[in-house]
Nanobody, 121 residues
Framework: QVQLVESGGGLVQPGGSLRLSCAASGSIFSIYAMGWFREVPGKQRELVATSTRDGSTNYAASVKGRFTISRDNAKSTIYLQLNSLQPEDTAVYYC???????????????WGQGTQVTVSS
């Protein structure tokens, strides 16, 4: 069994900052791409940022320059630093990882349970 456990969401004023964390645990042989998506009711889940195992990153245009994704492979953990937050960043943020459970398995996509980020004065 593999789990992704997120933490760090909350309520913040416009212009504020938050740091999200997502730790993978369980029967894991290797973790490949990890990333963050977000979802607002009535809209499709959208990519926020991703990181490959070697540290290459990709960001949505709407967050580039404000959000920073990083990962600690030794801890199987990914982080998202959210700066200069705006009300339109309000969403449930989901952690995502492509994981190989054994050397004989292919990649499986796992999702965290989601953490709420609310930006409001």
């Amino acid at each position: 069994q593999v789990q992704l456990v997120e933490s760090g969401g909350g309520l913040v004023q416009p212009g504020g900052s938050l740091r999200l964390s997502c730790a993978a645990s369980g029967s894991i042989f290797s973790i490949y791409a990890m990333g963050w998506f977000r979802e607002v009711p009535g809209k499709q889940r959208e990519l926020v940022a991703t990181s490959t195992r070697d540290g290459s990153t990709n960001y949505a245009a709407s967050v580039k320059g404000r959000f920073t994704i990083s990962r600690d492979n030794a801890k199987s953990t990914i982080y998202l630093q959210l700066n200069s937050l705006q009300p339109e960043d309000t969403a449930v943020y989901y952690c995502h990882a492509n994981i190989q459970r054994t050397a004989m398995n292919g990649l499986i996509t796992y999702w965290g349970q989601g953490t709420q980020v609310t930006v409001s004065s």
